[in-house]
């Protein structure tokens, strides 16, 4: 994107009045010159650029507030999440077993998701069937409101600048050019980012104010990810290749790992793993965690112990992810914590950390969903006269 003298001033005078409205709307322009430090003029000229790109929207007047004034700096400001006019971005997460397409608004609220199971993951027949499916969930759900673009997330290495994914061992690919393949097909503006990563960008933007100061995400699935945030900003390091944490060594386990030592994360503690041993077990038919963890909520003991063994494994790496970054919230994506605040409790414990510190994704259940999206909303947020 071309860009021109004195327009990262702008940018990031934009980005500071929609990021302040994100995080304390409804508030007037005077309220947001106070809290971000930008002269009234500055907030009114950055919102009145905001309102016409329809990323704001004006709430009717407080009473006694009186209209007509210059500026107009006490009508409350918020993000434009209206059902007609409010912008949108759609998710696409790329799992192994199945994908889901979201559609979700300014504040990361899912409008909408589909879940789409499919089979053959070359990337020859995977991209183009995902490509129709989502234009038509696109067309069928976004309801005429302005569409930004396409956020997409998958596990592996995924380098966001040229929305590559380098490596996936699960679906078997490298170096595929996700993002360009998917705007080629859909027409729309598309962003690409690793999982956990995405994760992170969500918490940063739509959960817990203190996640923004700085994060790790751990994200348990059939694959394991970490991402670090601070003020704001995921680290990608060289080559976008942080975050994996697969042959972390967990304190205590034994679990040989294919790599040929014993007790790396991923051997310890993936849904693959997991599931695995609650076969081995004879506690479910086939190796699916949802299914381990509908055995432990309908009664049985036996699969509420191994999940209570994960959950401690997790608990013991997410110790040593603290003891190296200090961040202010941790957040774990896991499905049996996801859903049962008793395992979370036993991460928490397993950790040894104080009471709130490691939490859950804010969107519960639907965090990979939002996250997706998240991965279009993040440098929306950083930039916002650059997506319009
Ligand atoms: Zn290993």
Same mark, same amino acid.
């Given at each position: 994107?071309?860009?021109?003298?004195?327009?990262?001033?702008?940018?990031?005078?934009?980005?500071?009045?929609?990021?302040? %409205?994100?995080?304390?709307?409804?508030?007037?322009?005077?309220?947001?010159?106070?809290?971000?430090?930008? !002269?009234?003029?500055? @907030?009114?000229?950055?919102?009145?650029?905001?309102?016409?790109?329809?990323?704001?929207?004006?709430?009717?007047?407080?009473?006694?507030?009186?209209?007509?004034?210059?500026?107009?700096?006490? @009508?409350?400001?918020?993000?434009?999440?209206?059902?007609?006019?409010?912008?949108?971005?759609?998710?696409?997460?790329?799992?192994?077993?199945? !994908?889901?397409?979201?559609?979700?608004?300014?504040?990361?609220?899912?409008?909408?998701?589909?879940?789409?199971?499919?089979?053959?993951? /070359?990337?020859?027949?995977?991209?183009?069937?995902?490509?129709? *499916?989502?234009? &038509?969930?696109?067309?069928?759900?976004?309801?005429?409101?302005?569409?930004?673009?396409?956020?997409?997330?998958?596990?592996?290495?995924?380098?966001?600048?040229?929305? %590559?994914? #380098?490596?996936?061992?699960?679906?078997?690919?490298?170096?595929?050019?996700?993002?360009?393949?998917?705007?080629? $097909?859909?027409?729309?503006? =598309?962003?690409?980012?690793?999982?956990?990563?995405?994760?992170?960008? &969500?918490?940063?933007?739509?959960?817990?104010?203190?996640? *923004?100061?700085?994060?790790?995400?751990?994200?348990?699935?059939?694959?394991?990810?970490?991402?670090?945030?601070?003020?704001?900003?995921?680290?990608?390091?060289?080559?976008?290749?942080?975050?994996?944490?697969? /042959?972390?060594?967990?304190?205590?386990?034994?679990?040989?790992?294919?790599?040929? $030592?014993?007790?790396?994360?991923?051997?310890?503690?993936?849904?693959?793993?997991?599931?695995?041993?609650?076969?081995? $077990?004879?506690?479910?038919?086939?190796?699916?965690?949802?299914?381990? @963890?509908?055995?432990?909520?309908?009664?049985?003991? $036996?699969?509420?112990?191994?999940?209570?063994?994960?959950?401690?494994? #997790?608990?013991?790496?997410?110790?040593?992810?603290?003891?190296?970054?200090?961040? &202010? =919230?941790?957040? #774990?994506?896991?499905?049996?914590? @996801?859903?049962?605040?008793?395992?979370?409790?036993?991460? *928490?414990?397993?950790?040894?950390?104080?009471?709130?510190?490691?939490?859950?994704?804010?969107?519960?259940?639907? =965090?990979?969903?939002?996250?997706?999206?998240?991965?279009?909303?993040?440098?929306?947020?950083?930039?916002?006269? /650059?997506?319009?």
């Amino acid at each position: 994107m071309t860009r021109i003298a004195g327009d990262s001033r702008a940018d990031a005078n934009a980005a500071a009045v929609l990021r302040t %409205v994100l995080t304390h709307g409804p508030v007037a322009r005077s309220g947001i010159a106070r809290i971000c430090g930008l !002269s009234p003029a500055a @907030v009114s000229r950055q919102a009145t650029g905001l309102l016409a790109g329809g990323l704001l929207r004006e709430l009717p007047d407080p009473p006694g507030a009186g209209t007509g004034t210059a500026g107009r700096p006490l @009508v409350p400001l918020d993000l434009n999440t209206g059902a007609v006019s409010g912008p949108v971005a759609a998710g696409l997460h790329i799992g192994v077993p199945a !994908s889901t397409f979201s559609l979700v608004d300014l504040r990361g609220a899912i409008l909408a998701r589909r879940r789409l199971p499919h089979a053959d993951l /070359h990337p020859d027949t995977l991209l183009p069937a995902l490509a129709s *499916r989502l234009g &038509a969930f696109l067309a069928e759900f976004a309801n005429g409101r302005p569409l930004l673009g396409l956020g997409a997330a998958l596990g592996g290495w995924v380098r966001p600048h040229d929305g %590559v994914v #380098v490596r996936h061992a699960a679906l078997g690919w490298h170096d595929v050019p996700l993002a360009a393949e998917l705007a080629d $097909r859909l027409r729309l503006a =598309v962003r690409v980012d690793n999982h956990a990563r995405a994760v992170a960008h &969500a918490e940063m933007l739509f959960g817990r104010p203190e996640a *923004r100061s700085s994060l790790v995400h751990l994200f348990i699935g059939n694959v394991v990810d970490a991402a670090f945030g601070i003020e704001g900003t995921v680290h990608q390091g060289p080559g976008a290749a942080a975050g994996d944490v697969a /042959h972390l060594p967990v304190p205590g386990s034994r679990t040989p790992c294919p790599c040929g $030592r014993t007790g790396c994360l991923q051997a310890a503690a993936s849904d693959t793993a997991l599931g695995a041993e609650a076969v081995r $077990r004879g506690i479910v038919p086939e190796p699916s965690v949802p299914l381990l @963890v509908d055995a432990a909520a309908t009664g049985d003991p $036996r699969a509420d112990r191994l999940l209570r063994e994960r959950a401690r494994a #997790v608990g013991r790496a997410a110790a040593l992810l603290l003891d190296v970054f200090n961040p &202010a =919230v941790m957040v #774990v994506s896991e499905l049996s914590s @996801v859903l049962h605040e008793g395992y979370l409790e036993e991460i *928490r414990q397993a950790a040894a950390t104080q009471e709130g510190r490691i939490v859950s994704p804010h969107a519960g259940p639907a =965090v990979l969903p939002v996250a997706a999206a998240a991965v279009l909303l993040d440098p929306l947020f950083r930039a916002p006269t /650059h997506l319009n």
